[in-house]
């Protein structure tokens, strides 16, 4: 093999091994920004009230999952264009709503993410949980002054969503958990509810989510139909590990539930679950898996959320950094300053209950628009079942509208 040969094999190894970390980088990006507080805290509630049955609402939340993250990561990557642009070339002015939609839930979301993180450390080290909130974000904010942030982000998402899988599995061998039970219950259930199914699919591809891994790939410069390969399997990674920690949790919680009988309270179940299952070490296993889960999605909303801007005003492409941690740090003052401001986080999960159906559909319209995604031909049976998660996030966005009726009491 001549020099030439040699350096440009060299050259394609290198970009394919950070090809690679940036794939699985997106991948938990997205995984890490489902799996927040409110993700921990559902599944410990509905596994108590439905046990076993609840195998059946995960494994039809996980569909709704992979219909919804491969529509849209498909399309914006073969188009190389972020959401709000594809809804502004749709639409003239609709991508500009839907990055308001965007930001007002990321920001309302992230004082709740800000706040778990504190409560996290509060569990593990017993300090208060306003100086473990600051703590938190200052950690967040030293991620963004990076100079390659891109790659830190990726590093971080990437050992916390492994260290949560690590510890939640733990929990879930030492509580024993009914596994035939669980096996069977999740294709033949006895019982079902709507709402833990609407609740579950908001908290996991709800509002800025299921853009988060397909906007770090545009920044990546992973786009194109050439690079569509690339681009599922970074969508099927995220799905798989967000799906892996949802199993696992709710595994754990409900052997807890079966093998032990003591009900979990209201005041924080997933925290109960933990330690009666593995005593004070399960508890403060609990505050470990609460922290990663809150400050990867601190991370995960402020970077997202941030995104929706770049492309509306070239301020926001210059300092992207700098607007990040502005975000970060303003969910940080809100949440010192006066709590968690419970009208706007209701407000908020209206506005995140409103964003996929929108989203989603703007994706499945552009799909089919070359002025978009050029010769690419979108897979009729992936926009067809599209057009079903919108229908049943249209349901889940009607039913979230009752936080503003309560607002407006």
């Known amino acids: 093999m001549n020099n030439k040969a040699h350096s440009e094999k060299q050259h394609s190894n290198a970009k394919n091994k950070n090809n690679w970390g940036v794939l699985i980088g997106a991948a938990f990006l997205m995984a890490t920004s489902a799996i927040g507080p409110g993700f921990i805290t559902q599944t410990a509630v509905f596994t108590e009230k439905y046990k076993a049955n609840l195998g059946f ?61 504190g409560l996290g450390l509060n569990v593990i080290f017993g300090v208060d949980a306003k100086i473990g909130a600051a703590i938190s974000a200052v950690i967040a904010v030293i991620i963004f002054t990076s100079k390659e942030a891109g790659k830190a982000m990726d590093n971080f998402t990437k050992v916390l969503g492994v260290l949560m899988i690590i510890v939640v ?22 019982k079902f509810d709507f709402l833990p199914f609407i609740t579950l699919v908001g908290g996991t591809v709800g509002g800025y989510i299921t853009f988060a891994g397909g906007h770090r790939l545009i920044d990546a410069n992973i786009i194109g139909e050439e690079n569509l390969g690339e681009i599922n399997r970074s969508s099927i990674i995220g799905i798989l590990v967000a799906s892996l920690m949802r199993i696992l949790l709710f595994a754990a919680v409900l052997g807890v539930v079966v093998n032990i009988g003591k009900p979990l309270g209201i005041e924080n179940p997933a925290a109960e679950a933990f330690r009666l299952g593995a005593g004070n070490l399960g508890y403060k296993f609990f505050g470990v898996v609460l ?45 010192l300053t006066i709590g968690k401001p419970v009208k706007l986080l209701i407000l908020a999960g209206s506005l995140n209950g409103l964003i996929l159906p929108i989203a989603l559909g703007i994706i499945l319209i552009a799909s089919r628009r070359k002025d978009i995604v050029g010769e690419y031909k979108h897979a009729k049976w992936l926009m067809y079942l599209g057009y079903i998660v919108v229908i049943l996030a249209l349901v889940a966005g009607y039913q979230s509208m009752s936080g503003i009726a309560a607002l407006l009491k």
């Open 169 to 190: 599995g733990y929990v879930a061998f030492k509580t024993r958990p009914p596994v035939g039970e669980m096996i069977v219950s999740t294709f033949i259930p006895t």
């Open 57 to 117: 609402i995960i494994l039809l939340t996980i569909i709704v999952n992979v219909v919804a993250q491969l529509n849209i990561w498909r399309v914006i990557g073969v188009s190389g264009l972020r959401g709000q642009d594809i809804a502004n070339k749709t639409l003239p002015g609709l991508g500009i709503f839907l990055a308001v939609l965007i930001c007002i839930g990321g920001l309302a979301f992230n004082i709740g993410n800000i706040a778990g993180a």
């Open 291 to 335: 922290w990663s889960a809150a400050i990867s999605s601190v991370v995960g909303s402020a970077y997202t959320s941030v995104s929706f801007l770049k492309t509306l005003a070239p301020i926001f492409n210059k300092h992207t950094s700098k607007f990040i941690i502005g975000f970060i740090a303003i969910s940080t003052v809100i949440f």
